[in-house]
């Protein structure tokens, strides 16, 4: 879990990529300036914005120009979710459990 995690801080956002934006930011930098910006509404939020975001270490940023739609792109987000989770399940049943509440 913790090393598809780490693969975050090297992910560039893909939406950057494809549009050729020079030193594109991580998915790192991307959800530490959400968060932040996120505090003053809680810690909950926070953590929500956190937990979209690690699915991207299993697949990476869909976007509007993959041509699939809103539905089919939560498809693939929450079986990446999943995926993490079920990593961490036999060695934290409740950090997992509260991952996919949240």
């Known amino acids: 879990f913790l090393e598809r995690i780490e693969l975050l801080k090297t992910t ?11 030193n594109p930011e991580s998915v790192v930098d991307y959800s530490y300036r959400i968060v932040i ?4 509404t809680g810690a909950r939020a926070s953590k929500i914005v ?4 690690i ?14 739609s809103l539905e089919e792109k939560y498809t ?6 999943k995926f993490l ?13 509260r991952i996919l509440e949240l």
């Open 12 to 22: 560039c956002y893909y939406g950057w990529v494809i549009y050729s934006i020079s």
């Open 37 to 40: 910006f996120n505090d003053e």
């Open 50 to 53: 956190l937990i979209h975001d």
């Open 55 to 68: 699915e991207e270490a299993v697949i990476r940023d869909i976007t509007l120009s993959d041509g699939i």
């Open 76 to 81: 693939h987000e929450v079986i990446a979710i």
């Open 85 to 97: 989770i079920y990593t961490i399940h036999p060695i934290n049943l409740k950090f997992a459990d």
